[in-house]
């Protein structure tokens, strides 16, 4: 049985995230396990759990909140079975520990703010899930609150990492939706090179992965309030125009993740993508 996790703290961005997900798994199948986590103090759940149970009104509180959010989403998407989980520690730790153990298809976070991505890195233990977890992750922020995948886009340097990236969001997107492939043409390389990869690149995903509408992106950097536009900012005004619904990106050492992150240009300004986006997980070798 495939799975979906969704780390949830009873607020309305976690909320939201659930909602997402459960509309992902209705069409697809999947579980969903929804995971709170007591980081406050150590062993919490399993002091107040144990033989001489500590006196923690934070623990029977999460419990009526998680029975509550169980009952909601069990009756408004009655295909998807949802099961619950409580842990203790440090956020980040927990979830590595619990798909270490569990196959998930994907953790599916909320973030908070209408910034997808810069919103994501405002947290460390999310940025952390993000860059070092084996598991896929699927970011969705608070204003997306419909799933929605007619436009799928893309960052594409041409990189083997790419189509991985793509045959991991298979089992929550599918293949039938429009593909977008985006390039940024850090280097001005000559348009028609650029086109001669497209081509083969389109042909190794239709026959590998069998997704038949896709279309590509050549975005030259041009000039924003008078300085050479980031690569972050040419990404966000091509998923503005193409009204791109989710975000697929890779997280090898030659990513433009990898370098949006290490150039530090992950900022409210530069990076505002309101969007939800799947970040593939990363392979040894």
Avoid at 44 to 57: C, E, H, R, S
Avoid at 94 to 112: F, L
Avoid at 170 to 192: G, M, Q
């Amino acid at each position: 049985m495939s799975k979906l996790l969704i780390p949830i703290d009873f607020s309305e961005n976690s909320d939201n995230a659930i909602h997402y997900a459960a509309e992902i798994a209705q069409q697809t199948g999947q579980e969903i396990d929804l995971i709170h986590v007591f980081s406050q103090h150590s062993n919490t759940y399993a002091n107040v759990k144990g033989d001489t149970p500590l006196n923690d009104p934070r623990v029977p509180e999460a419990e009526q909140n998680m029975i509550a959010t169980l009952e909601k989403y069990q009756q408004e998407f009655p295909s998807v079975k949802l099961n619950s989980i409580f842990k203790d520690g440090n956020l980040y730790d927990e979830i590595k520990a619990v798909t270490n153990a569990t196959a998930y298809d994907a953790v599916v976070m909320g973030t908070h703010g209408a910034s997808g991505l810069d919103a994501v890195f405002i947290g460390s233990n999310t940025y952390d899930t993000i860059s070092n977890t084996t598991t896929p992750v699927l970011a969705v922020p608070e204003t997306s609150t419909k799933f929605k995948k007619d436009n799928v886009a893309l960052l594409c340097n041409f990189k083997e990492a790419e189509l991985t990236a793509l045959q991991q969001a298979i089992p929550l997107f599918k293949t039938d939706y429009r593909l977008i492939l985006i390039h940024v043409n850090t280097t001005d390389r000559p348009i028609k090179d650029i086109d001669a990869d497209f081509k083969n690149w389109i042909d190794r995903i239709e026959s590998e992965l069998g997704i038949s509408d896709i279309s590509y992106i050549i975005k030259p950097q041009t000039l924003f309030m008078r300085q050479k536009e980031t690569v972050a900012q040419a990404i966000t005004s091509v998923l503005l125009d193409e009204q791109v619904d989710i975000l697929i990106l890779t997280k090898s050492k030659k990513s433009v993740f990898r370098q949006l992150t290490e150039s530090n240009v992950i900022k409210k300004m530069a990076f505002n993508i309101q969007i939800p986006t799947f970040f593939a997980r990363v392979l040894k070798g």
